[in-house]
């Protein structure tokens, strides 16, 4: 996979190449590593212990208004009833 004008390596790419990387993905015009090695014990990690994830390429957002805690809510998995929000 080669690096273009329109894709970037992210901050911890080299990091992620010492660690014996299994298959990169294109997130948000970044490259990110898609899992390492077996996607079932990356699942079981993330699950269950300790996983290793680039969030690099994600972007923080605002989300404002009368209905913005009904909102994220219906984007999440989990209960945020709970969450401070910052207004």
């Known amino acids: ?3 273009d004008p329109n894709n970037r390596k992210s901050i911890y790419f080299d990091a992620i190449i010492m660690d014996e990387f299994a298959y990169f993905s294109v997130y948000n015009h970044t490259f990110t590593p898609a899992h390492f090695g077996d ?3 990356d699942y079981d990690s993330l699950m269950n212990s ?3 994830r680039d969030v690099a390429a ?3 957002v605002e989300i404002s208004g009368p209905d913005a ?6 984007l999440m998995t989990r209960d945020i009833s709970k969450t401070k929000l910052v207004w």
């Open 1 to 3: 996979m080669g690096i």
């Open 50 to 52: 300790v996983a290793m």
């Open 39 to 41: 996607p079932a014990t």
């Open 58 to 60: 994600q972007r923080e």
């Open 69 to 74: 805690a009904q909102f994220i809510q219906y």
